[in-house]
């Protein structure tokens, strides 16, 4: 293995591959995807929430039974308990201690495939919503309130940035006092912003709920308006993508987080951390705003000159909103890519550091004694996931802008109107690659 990147917690182990063939296969893709759009999708297909195979009955009803979301309620909580107990009274060291692995492998990580399978599974296990229900039993709260239109994603959007800053940037991201001094703000704001405006407020302002529910776009199961549990095409879960106001900047933000992962380890950037005169974390700051700033960029940029090739009418940011659902897929390739060999290598540190969760001697589980296995997943294998993943979520993310495209766009202009989307894939592309294939 080459190319070793410290990431919270851990390593990602990653195989670079001929760079020659990993560009060529993905333009390669993102052309022939193109074209064979343009000739062949004439009209829009996607349904977005009215889509999708109900399940039957009986399943419909165990998913939302009381018990059932009793239990999966009461497991998030225990989970997170468990997790803030050893933070606060176990070894202030990740070697010995299971918290660090629990909060940025088994759940920052684990979350994305996840979600993938099973759709926005943090809404119903997150731990703040079960001391929200708590705290709005006690007698004096106000009524619950809308929260206001304009608010949309972009607390979760800054809560994500900062989550993502503690993870890249932060000096001591694994102490434990660094992790409850996170989570312990974290709770308090959106404990008050959900006192305030009830449980709506986790929607779309908690920014794991947010993180979850948009790669749970792209899982084959969903929910139709009608509250059915379906089995649906992702493409139409993608099309369901509320076109909220702070939706660019989560995506933007997710996107652009896992950019700057894979250029940390650059030694150009190392070494610029090291000598820079405002020291690694101004500069680091400085470095993760940049990178965010650039997608952002980007990205307005090409959806502007869309908009005015296309004929688009849509006032303000309506088509930066719009197309913004085609940014989830990429963002979930580059996760998937950077992270899926951290998850399976270094996510089995987590079950042998909680055999002896306060590192006594104890082994409960009986794993304490083994090591993490470096070879429980093949090179050949990683560098497969890495690349197909990336060039994966790029042709989805083609497919789900086309679509969009003939929707909003003159007939005439509509594949004209493309070009600059097609570039912004390019773009995105051949960044992904390069930043895999250099780590």
Request: hydrophobic share 55%; proline share 6%.
């Amino acid at each position: 293995m080459s190319g070793i990147l410290a990431h919270g917690i851990g390593s990602r182990h990653d195989l670079p591959i001929p760079a020659f063939y990993a560009f060529a296969g993905a333009l390669a893709a993102l052309v022939v995807s193109f074209l064979g759009l343009a000739v062949l999708w004439a009209e829009s297909k996607f349904r977005g929430r009215e889509a999708g195979l109900a399940l039957p009955h009986v399943m419909q009803r165990l998913a939302d039974a009381p018990a059932t979301r009793t239990a999966l309620r009461a497991l998030g909580l225990a989970g997170a308990a468990f997790t803030v107990f050893l933070a606060a009274f176990g070894p202030d060291d990740p070697e010995r201690n299971a918290a660090a692995t629990l909060v940025y492998v088994v759940f920052w990580v684990g979350l994305v495939p996840a979600s993938l399978l099973f759709g926005p599974v943090w809404r119903l296990v997150n731990p703040l919503r079960a001391v929200h229900a708590a705290l709005a039993r006690l007698p004096g709260r106000r009524r619950d309130r809308e929260p206001p239109a304009w608010l949309g994603h972009w607390p979760a959007a800054a809560g994500l940035l900062a989550f993502t800053w503690l993870e890249l940037v932060a000096p001591e991201p694994a102490a434990n006092s660094s992790m409850l001094a996170f989570f312990g703000c974290y709770a308090a704001v959106h404990l008050t912003g959900s006192l305030v405006y009830g449980p709506r407020w986790f929607d779309r302002a908690e920014a794991f709920e947010a993180y979850s529910a948009l790669i749970g776009r792209l899982a084959p199961l969903g929910r139709r308006a009608d509250g059915r549990i379906v089995l649906r095409n992702p493409f139409h879960g993608l099309d369901a993508v509320t076109p909220v106001p702070g939706l660019v900047a989560l995506v933007c933000v997710m996107l652009a987080s896992t950019a700057y992962d894979g250029f940390s380890d650059a030694p150009v950037w190392v070494d610029t951390l090291q000598s820079a005169a405002a020291g690694p974390t101004a500069t680091g700051t400085l470095g993760l705003l940049a990178a965010v700033a650039g997608v952002a960029l980007l990205y307005g940029a090409c959806i502007g000159v869309a908009g005015l090739i296309g004929g688009s009418r849509r006032p303000g940011d309506g088509n930066l909103r719009a197309f913004a659902h085609s940014l989830v897929p990429i963002a979930v390739g580059y996760l998937v890519a950077h992270y899926f060999s951290l998850l399976v290598i270094e996510g089995q540190r987590a079950f042998i550091l909680a055999s002896d969760p306060l590192d006594t001697g104890l082994d409960l589980l009986g794993t304490a004694s083994r090591t993490v296995d470096e070879a429980v997943v093949s090179p050949g294998t990683i560098a497969t996931v890495q690349v197909v993943s990336i060039v994966a979520g790029h042709v989805l993310g083609v497919i789900a802008a086309h679509d969009r495209s003939v929707r909003l766009f003159a007939p005439a202009k509509a594949v004209a109107g493309q070009i600059p989307l097609f570039i912004l894939m390019v773009c995105y592309t051949l960044g992904g690659l390069t930043l895999l294939l250099a780590a």
